[in-house]
């Protein structure tokens, strides 16, 4: 198990290598050049002068690359152009948003698409299957910010019955230790404060967990199907196990190789999509601030935002893999 | 006449089922499948014939029902949109756009993809360790990131951000062509060709590339869906065509979305018509799916 780790720990350092070098170049072919893409577009030439010499850019290429890596290593990101504050104090502020919308909407999606696609594979060819698989295709196939604005409109415009934007309401206070709101509220034993956080949670997870909702449900009917058949099946429900037994540990729990295969490739798929629920809810996220960045050509916080994202995607990869070697020992060993 | 002879005129009597003859005949019994193509083929008709279809010029602005002030009505069916353009219109000639959109970016993709995945497949070793290590970078940032990336430094507007998708369909299509190649590389066949001295270029393009391309043809379907949705989701972010008067339907959703409390239907329109092209392309990708798959051939 620990060489399985290590030899996955190794083959991170080219991607990681590869995806400096690949922001590297992105930087250096942004119109106008680096400089100015630090300093913004109304920058004079003595400022672009002085940092070119400041940064090294006036060097040979490869001196300067080696340069960047190494503040890069020290998630050194430079300052953004629009609030002047280091990009790394910006994405602490940040990113914890983000991760929390990732988490609702990912345990919505696996709470509500394990039982429906479980249903769906136990009702085969029923009226269940038939919603569940039109609602799939529909999940997939419905852009997810238009969605999102449909959500907002019925839910919070309409029916008034959840908030519109936002992560807690401007009334209520509550120290932020850890900004993952819900957390901070529990910490600080408000339940106010908590009843609020979930409330502004709702609408944005929903949205942003839809598809993994509609991938999930799919993928669990096909697995449960598939076990279905197996003979350890029959053979359980011929020595006479009650069905609910059989259901949870022997058809249950052999589908859940593929289906925790499946919510870990929907990790680049939330980060993604978080970027548009974000925008729609004015969720103040990882999200937000890059589409904010692209509109004031912020270049320093989109290239800090869009190597960190890709970072922890990496990771996120990393830990999937990991835990798929936990649950099937048949990996480890390929 | 032996009795070897008998059964020879017997198996020749029977027609030779190929792989595309069965995948047709079970895609015709596939309903999704038939729904995505009737879908499918409703749009391609739409995009092809706008301007006959089109009762007003898309771009023509009026102040009659500007402001969404006026709703649908039998000379608007759609009603009027917030600079009085007739929606109708604007939705047809909308889908030529998305047509558009769809094919040129699963081009980039699919033709860059391929010929990266089919060198890194056919020639392996080091050229293969460099191509794939390329790809697994460029999967490790978020799709529409990269995109959102790539659109910064190209600048917005339409080409640039089908450029942009394409782009990131590139590491999909170049993994699953190296993947089907290196399984096709050690058939018999291919042996067979290379043993009577075929040129290696020539066993690629004619003996290995027909066989491995199925996949490919699945998920170039099922691209499109997706591409028509991340063009969607750019528009979305202000990165769309530059021009306000384009009638692309991610664009139209995005401008008319402020109005959703006076004129709902102008946003839900256009949001409706992505849901259903992107709808046709999913159903025919995974009737295809089904239909191509050869574990399930000879069934039907």
């Known amino acids: 198990m620990l060489r399985f780790v290590v030899r996955r720990l190794l083959l991170l350092v080219p991607i990681l290598l590869g995806l400096s070098l690949l922001v590297f170049f992105w930087i250096r072919a942004l119109p106008g050049g680096p400089a100015q893409a630090l300093l913004g577009e109304r920058a004079t030439a003595e400022s672009i002068a002085e940092i070119e010499e400041l940064y090294g850019l006036d060097k040979p290429v490869h001196e300067q690359y080696f340069t960047y890596l190494g503040t890069v290593v020290k998630l050194d990101f430079g300052t953004s152009i629009t609030s002047r504050r280091p990009v790394t104090d910006e994405i602490r502020e940040r990113f914890p948003a983000t991760i929390e919308l990732a988490l609702a909407a990912m345990l919505f999606s696996v709470l509500v698409g394990i039982p429906l696609g479980f249903v769906a594979a136990k009702r085969y060819g029923g009226v269940v299957d038939h919603l569940s698989l039109v609602g799939s295709l529909i999940g997939i196939s419905i852009p997810i910010f238009f969605l999102a604005i449909l959500l907002k409109y019925l839910f919070a415009v309409k029916l008034g019955w959840l908030p519109t934007v936002g992560r807690i309401s401007v009334l209520i206070d509550v120290p932020h230790p850890t900004r993952f709101y819900v957390l901070d509220a529990i910490i600080a034993g408000n339940v106010e404060a908590l009843v609020d956080t979930l409330k502004h949670l709702v609408l944005p997870a929903v949205a942003l967990g839809s598809i993994p909702l509609a991938v999930i449900a799919r993928i669990t009917r096909a697995a449960v199907l598939d076990v279905q058949n197996e003979d350890y099946v029959r053979t359980a429900r011929a020595k006479g196990l009650a069905p609910r037994v059989v259901d949870v540990r022997h058809v249950l729990r052999n589908a859940l190789l593929p289906i925790t295969t499946i919510i870990g490739l929907q990790a680049g798929l939330l980060l993604s999509g978080a970027v548009l629920t974000e925008t729609v809810f004015a969720w103040p996220g990882m999200g937000t601030w890059l589409v904010d960045a692209i509109e004031t050509r912020n270049f320093p916080v989109l290239q800090g935002g869009i190597l960190f994202v890709a970072l922890v995607f990496v990771l996120v990869n990393l830990l999937v893999d990991i835990s798929y070697a936990i649950i099937n020992p048949r990996i480890r060993y390929s | ?300």
């Open chain 2, 1 to 300: 006449m032996s009795v070897a002879e008998l059964e020879a005129r017997e198996i020749a009597l029977e027609r030779p089922s190929g792989l595309w003859h069965d995948a047709w005949h079970r895609l015709k019994r596939n309903p999704g499948a038939i729904v995505g193509f009737v879908l499918v083929l409703s749009f391609v008709l739409v995009a092809v014939f706008a301007p006959v279809l089109a009762p007003y010029d898309p771009r023509r602005q009026g102040l009659e029902g500007a402001l969404g002030s006026s709703g649908p009505s039998l000379d608007h069916p759609f009603g009027l949109d917030q600079l009085g353009r007739d929606q109708l219109s604007r939705i047809i000639f909308g889908a030529r756009f998305s047509l558009l959109i769809g094919i040129v970016s699963v081009a980039v993709g699919l033709s860059v993809g391929l010929v990266l995945g089919s060198i890194a497949g056919y020639i392996g070793g080091f050229v293969d360790t460099v191509i794939m290590r390329l790809m697994d970078v460029m999967l490790s940032i978020p799709g529409l990131l990269l995109a959102i990336g790539i659109v910064a430094m190209l600048g917005p507007g339409l080409t640039q951000i089908m450029v942009a998708v394409g782009a990131t369909q590139i590491p999909i299509f170049a993994r699953l062509l190296r993947g089907s190649i290196l399984a096709q590389r050690e058939n018999d066949f291919v042996l067979a060709a290379r043993a009577v001295g075929v040129p290696r270029r020539t066993i690629l393009a004619s003996h290995i590339l027909p066989n491995a391309i199925s996949p490919v043809i699945v998920q170039g379907t099922l691209a499109l869906a997706t591409a028509i949705i991340d063009v969607a989701g750019l528009g979305f972010l202000g990165l769309g065509p530059q021009d306000p008067s384009t009638p692309e339907w991610g664009t139209m959703l995005t401008d008319t979305t402020r109005y959703l409390q006076t004129a709902p239907y102008l946003a839900l329109i256009p949001g409706a018509a992505i849901v259903m092209s992107v709808l046709g392309f999913n159903l025919i990708g995974d009737g295809l799916r089904e239909a191509l798959d050869p574990k399930l051939r000879g069934r039907g």
